[in-house]
C-alpha cells in the first residue's frame, strides 16, 4: 500500500467519508432546506471532556466583515450536503434572526450561554 506524505511541514489532513479537517470545515457555506445560503461557518466550539463537535458558530448578514453577527449552531443540527459542498440546517430566517447570537465585541460566557442556546434550538416551534 502506498502512503502519500505530505510536502515537507505540512501535515496531512486527507478527507475520508467520515471525517473532515477543522479548516476545512471552517468557511463552508450553511444553506437551509430551501437551499437559500444564511451564511457560512466561522468557527467550531468543542467540548473538551469528549472530544466532540458542540457548536459550528455561524457567521450571519453583514457586508465585508460590518454588521455581521455570530449564530452558534448546535453541530447535530448540522448535515453535510455533497451537492451543495455546504452543510443545511432546519432553520429559517425568521427564526435565525430571533435565535441566540452575538456580535465581534460581545463578551460571551460560554458557561450559561451554551445552554441558552440549546435552550432556543430545542423549544418546540410556535
Do not use: A, H
Given at each position: 500500500m502506498d502512503t502519500v506524505m505530505p510536502p515537507q511541514g505540512e501535515v496531512a489532513t486527507?478527507?475520508?467519508?467520515?471525517?473532515?479537517s477543522a479548516d476545512k470545515v471552517v468557511g463552508s457555506a450553511v444553506y437551509n432546506l430551501r437551499e437559500e445560503r444564511l451564511g457560512s461557518v466561522y468557527g467550531l466550539m468543542l467540548n473538551k471532556l469528549n472530544g466532540q463537535v458542540a457548536y459550528a458558530i455561524m457567521s450571519f448578514?453583514?457586508?465585508?466583515g460590518l454588521g455581521e453577527s455570530y449564530h452558534p449552531l448546535p453541530w447535530r443540527m448540522l448535515t453535510y450536503d455533497?451537492?451543495?459542498?455546504g452543510y443545511v440546517v432546519d432553520l429559517d430566517r425568521n427564526r435565525l434572526e430571533k435565535a441566540p447570537r452575538y456580535s465581534a465585541t460581545d463578551e460571551i460566557d460560554w458557561g450559561t450561554y451554551g445552554g441558552q442556546v440549546d435552550k432556543y434550538y430545542l423549544m418546540p416551534l410556535v
Open positions: 486527507d478527507e475520508t467519508p467520515n471525517l473532515i448578514g453583514g457586508f465585508l455533497t451537492r451543495l459542498g
